[in-house]
């Protein structure tokens, strides 16, 4: 079923069109059919588990913490699509070793081999697939044309396609974690969710509040798009708006390894690609030892170049 004003596609239970708002007859609006979850909610990060109890035990997937049972009074939607894992267990285990032991200067000599890895939990993630077809507007300041002036103003439009543009929806990653796995995923093997036996994030934030988020996305990609056409060698201030036209979504689960490790009794998180064990994000400790004996080395190169100056002086 498509708006009848802007033919956007309109999903199970809208009332009104994601792009253009115009109200669905409510003989069309009809019953949500869209896959419901019953959730798990952690108690420390916030994270919403799809819960299936002979399958799940309930601790947090992302940190560990006690879940709670949660009744919503918003139906909680799952993912309708999955990427599959390829990373299997061993490899994301030598994969956290082999992070660990590439942390660099700061990070304890002893990092890689005394490190005890508490936990290791193969988990999806939640995130929307984005297509759109947009006509952009915008502004920004530029060098060209500037005059004797640092700035000149300058606008225009451009027509931009948002071809499968991944929105992170996940509460138990964060945006920095998510970030640097999403560039890494083949979506082109998205196969359907069903029949997972692999923990799944469930998308719990109101439809509303996610096209808020979407359209966000939308706003960011644009605005370096369009960079492209700002004449000159220098610009800022760049603004868009985007005028929507043909939105879809897709609600998919992206997979990662979430590694849980101690270093001396302080505890850390790591996360894996679930497709790519080269593509590591997470905390590591830093040996304060060698920052000190770097800050003192500077203190007293400073003070040399000083003592250096005043004596020529």
Known sequence: MSCTRCATPLEDGDLRCAVCALPVPAADAGVATTARAQILRCTECGAAIGF???KHAPACAFCGAVMAVEQPADPVEVATLRVPFTVERDAAAAALRGWLGARGFFAPKQLRDEAVIDSMQPLCWAGWIVSAHAQVAWTADSDAGSGRS??????????????????PASRGLAARECAALVPFYELAGAIPAAGSDVPAESFDVQRSAARRQVHAAIDAVARTRVERAIPGRRYRNVRVSCLLQRQTTERIALPAWVMAYRYRGSPYRAIV????????????????????WLVLAAAVVVAAIVALAMLQG
């Open 52 to 54: 299936d109890a002979n």
């Open 273 to 292: 690609h679930g497709q790519r064990a080269d593509v590591v994000v997470g905390t590591a400790p830093l040996d304060w030892m060698k920052v000190v």
């Open 150 to 167: 640092a700035w000149a103003p300058h606008a225009g439009v451009e027509t931009i396609d948002f071809a499968n543009l991944v929105v």
